[in-house]
C-alpha cells in the first residue's frame, strides 16, 4: 500500500503561482512513474504532468505548458507541482497518482487550486 498526501493549494490571483506537494509513504519501494491531475466542476478528471521514477518529466499538457513544472525528490518521496502564470481557467482539485512496479495504481485525497481573476 501506499498513502499520498497533497499540499500546497489556495487561493491566488490571475498571474500568481503556487507549488503543490505530494508525500508518500507506506510501501515506497514499489513506486514507478507519478503524476499530477486535475479535475474541475463538471470536467473530466485530466492528466497535468508525470514523472518517471528517477524523476525525468514524461508528459506536460499542451494547457500548461511553459508555465508548470514538475519535480521529483527521490530521497522525500516528494512530488512537486510548481505553478506559475496561473489563470482562472487552471482553478480545479489536483490530485496526485502514484503507479507500483507492479502496475497498481494509487490516488491522493486532493488539494483545491482556486486562481482568481
Known amino acids: 500500500q501506499v498513502q499520498l498526501v497533497e499540499s500546497g493549494g489556495g487561493l491566488v490571483q490571475a498571474g500568481g503561482s503556487l507549488r503543490l506537494s505530494c508525500a508518500a509513504s507506506?510501501?515506497?519501494?514499489?513506486?514507478?512513474?507519478m503524476a499530477w491531475y486535475r479535475q474541475a466542476p463538471g470536467k473530466q478528471r485530466e492528466l497535468v504532468a508525470s514523472?518517471?521514477?528517477?524523476?525525468?518529466?514524461?508528459y506536460v499538457a499542451n494547457s500548461v505548458l511553459g508555465r508548470f513544472t514538475i519535480s521529483r525528490d527521490t530521497a522525500k518521496n516528494t512530488v512537486y507541482l510548481q505553478m506559475n502564470s496561473l489563470k482562472p481557467e487552471d482553478t480545479a482539485n489536483y490530485y496526485c497518482?502514484?503507479?507500483?512496479?507492479?502496475?497498481?495504481?494509487?490516488w491522493g485525497q486532493g488539494t483545491q487550486v482556486t486562481v482568481s481573476s
Open positions: 514523472i518517471s521514477s528517477v524523476g525525468i518529466a514524461r
Open positions: 507506506g510501501n515506497i519501494f514499489s513506486l514507478n512513474d
Open positions: 497518482l502514484a503507479r507500483t512496479a507492479s502496475g497498481s495504481a494509487y
